[in-house]
């Protein structure tokens, strides 16, 4: 198993599902390179070749592979063929495929999140995003906006949002069982997966997998880790949050409405973790130590 040396990784953001903390991870802990929006910083959007750039300290890649059109730039540039990218980081992940070719191919993996978590985290983020630069108008929208109004409002691309990234049914489509058969397929088939409640366990995989160690400085690399696992997870903290409504509540009932889809998709998600289980009984307890051991 694990990655072939000639395929990229790449990381399907979900939102509010941990990604922010594998990025951490990543560009904190492991050094690494990534490819994801930094490309729109400081006029490099603009760039004619593709190239690393400095970025506040940080090696970053001057493309950003966040949106169809950013997606279809790094493509023209060759983003795959460059090998400059060692993880790209993107939630586009039905558009992202088309930056690979048989040469050059990516291998996804992904940390999933019970939906009407991730839809109740997606609200608290809405409804208090003050640090955002769109935070006017995020306010407007929803900061006086009650879960019960929000849950059974029209949620858009958030309504069942991993089947429609998968299926590139996006809003004003509808999703249906084919479509939710074709995303399980897609988790199957191409999916490295990964649960947000069991982080820990998640990462140790995607480290083994992708034979990721650290070399640089281990034991501090090692104390990084720790520390992205144990804060992890991108909480909001800034502002008083709305928890969970519990099952039979009308936001809960509206939530399991809206995302009927996707919950169903998620638990085909931890099927398959237990599943994937099997990858990894001839690896070591973690590579990531592997050159401490």
Request: glycine residues 8%.
């Amino acid at each position: 198993g694990g990655g072939g040396s000639g395929d990229t990784p790449v990381f399907w953001h979900i939102p509010k599902a941990g990604g922010s903390t594998v990025k951490r991870l990543l560009m904190g802990c492991h050094k690494m390179v990534i490819a994801t929006d930094f490309g729109r910083k400081d006029g490099h959007d603009h760039d004619k070749e593709i190239a690393l750039f400095n970025n506040n300290g940080i090696s970053s890649i001057n493309v950003d592979v966040t949106t169809p059109e950013g997606i279809q730039r790094a493509k023209r540039l060759g983003l795959a063929k460059s090998g400059l990218a060692q993880v790209v980081v993107t939630s586009e992940i039905y558009n992202i495929a088309s930056i690979f070719d048989k040469s050059h191919s990516g291998v996804v993996f992904g940390m999933f999140r019970h939906p009407i978590d991730r839809a109740v985290s997606m609200y608290n983020y809405l409804s208090t995003a003050i640090w955002e630069e769109n935070s006017a108008s995020f306010y407007l929208t929803y900061g006086r906006m009650g879960i019960e109004e929000y849950s059974s409002g029209d949620l858009g691309e958030e309504s069942n949002w991993m089947v429609r990234m998968i299926t590139n049914k996006r809003t004003g489509h509808k999703v249906t069982r084919e479509d939710l058969e074709a995303a399980k397929e897609f988790l199957r088939k191409k999916v490295l997966v990964g649960l947000i409640s069991e982080m820990e366990e998640s990462i140790d995989r995607y480290e083994m997998f992708f034979k990721w160690k650290y070399e640089f400085h281990p034991v501090a690399q090692e104390n990084c880790r720790t520390i992205k696992i144990t804060n992890g997870t991108n909480v909001n903290t800034k502002i008083k949050s709305v928890e969970t409504p519990k099952p039979g509540s009308v936001a809960y009932e509206r939530l399991t409405q809206q995302n009927v889809l996707d919950i169903e998709l998620y638990e085909y998600a931890e099927a398959l973790f237990k599943e994937q289980k099997n990858l990894f009984v001839d690896y070591p307890i973690s590579c990531c130590q592997c050159n401490l051991l």
